[in-house]
């Protein structure tokens, strides 16, 4: 499996955005599904947003709507995440990675090819 690689984290105020990437490496993520999950210390990982191939089925949890924004470049195999109006809560190792179930789509049993994760860390 390829692993893909994520980046664009970092600290940021209460309120401020970032945008993480999910570069994927050659064809490895073609014709499959993507998403954004993140852990924090201590707890689970969970969903946070997914896209479906062609980009038009678009997923995301609760606690994001309205602040998130999923979106891809297949031209550039690269995913990814707008996130604005972030929060401390939202502070979080952030994976991105390949969906192969698509009725897992909201569950990471339905993923494979994880990168190694983008640290976001929001400050209060």
């Known amino acids: 499996q390829v692993q893909p690689v994520e980046s664009g984290g970092g600290l940021v105020q209460a309120g401020g955005s970032l945008r993480l990437s999910c570069a994927a490496s050659?064809?490895?993520?073609?014709?499959?599904?993507t998403g954004w999950f993140r852990q924090a210390p201590g707890k689970e990982r969970e969903f946070v947003a997914a896209l479906s191939w062609s980009g038009t089925m678009t997923y995301y949890a609760d606690p994001v709507k309205g602040r998130f924004t999923i979106s891809r470049d297949n031209a550039k195999s690269t995913v990814y995440l707008q996130m604005n109006s972030l929060k401390p809560e939202d502070t979080a190792v952030y994976y991105c990675a390949r969906r192969y179930m698509a009725r897992q789509t909201m569950s990471a049993l339905g993923y494979d090819s994880w990168g190694q994760g983008t640290q976001v860390t929001v400050s209060s």
């Open positions: 050659g064809r490895a993520f073609s014709g499959y599904g």
